[in-house]
């Protein structure tokens, strides 16, 4: 059974940074992608950034583009998100998920709010 458990969430001030992981477990991701989203309130849920497991191919929303670098460890079964010059537009619920052709196994999410 895959496992997927976010962290790293918190409340910060516009401008400063903020580091999550997604910590997985339950199941053999070499084959597939591992991606962040995030749902602000009233809003649906968009796409964030992308990481193959295996390395290389990464997408980011023009949204976050040379803000936030996605990376994962192999070793430590974990991909990250780092998050600098956060906005306040940036605050959501982050969830990261994985999937072979669709995301089909989802985190419970982390909070991120920025102040202004």
């Known amino acids: 059974q895959v496992q997927l458990v976010e962290s790293g969430g918190g409340l910060v001030q516009a401008g400063d940074s903020l580091r999550l992981s997604c910590r997985t477990s339950g199941g053999t991701f070499s084959y597939q992608s591992m991606g962040w989203f995030r749902q602000a309130p009233g809003k649906e849920r968009e796409f964030v950034a992308a990481?193959?497991?295996?390395?290389?191919?990464?997408n980011y929303a023009d949204s976050v583009k040379g803000r936030f670098t996605i990376s994962r460890d192999t070793a430590k079964n974990t991909v990250y998100l780092q998050m600098n010059s956060l906005k306040p537009e940036d605050t959501a619920v982050y969830y990261c998920?994985?999937?072979?052709?669709?995301?089909?196994?989802w985190g419970q999410g982390t909070q991120v709010t920025v102040s202004p």
């Open positions: 990481i193959k497991w295996s390395g290389g191919s990464i």
């Open positions: 998920a994985t999937g072979v052709s669709t995301y089909t196994d």
